[in-house]
């Protein structure tokens, strides 16, 4: 069955670095555009990085930007976010996410189950 294991989070000083992994299984990611999202305790999930199927174009919030960098290995079906710089509002449990276009409005979506990242000051 699809599943989506996100791994790598954890406690750190403002100004480390993390490395995020999402492993999938059950479906092969060349199809799918891959992101990742975070949610802070009482705040909305937002849109972190994203990255197309190639990999080739990726997509950052303002926040993050120069900061974060997502990434793909298709052939490990993996994708990764290497974190930077972090700052204590980066803390938020992190998700992965991974879309494909079914027809011309329609898509199918997979989400992890998140892993916490906490960046203290």
């Known amino acids: 069955q699809v599943q989506l294991v996100e791994s790598g989070g954890g406690l750190v000083q403002a100004g480390g670095s993390l490395r995020l992994s999402c492993a999938v299984s059950?479906?092969?990611?060349?199809?799918?555009?891959m992101g990742w999202f975070r949610q802070a305790p009482g705040k909305e999930r937002e849109f972190v990085a994203g990255?197309?199927?190639?990999?080739?174009?990726?997509d950052y919030a303002d926040s993050v930007n120069g900061r974060f960098t997502i990434s793909r290995d298709n052939a490990k079906n993996t994708v990764y976010l290497q974190m930077n710089s972090l700052k204590p509002e980066d803390t938020a449990v992190y998700y992965c996410n991974a879309v494909v276009w079914t027809g011309p409005i329609s898509e199918k979506s997979y989400w992890g189950q998140g892993t916490q990242v906490t960046v203290s000051s």
């Open positions: 990255v197309e199927r190639s990999g080739y174009y990726t």
């Open positions: 059950g479906f092969t990611i060349s199809n799918y555009h």
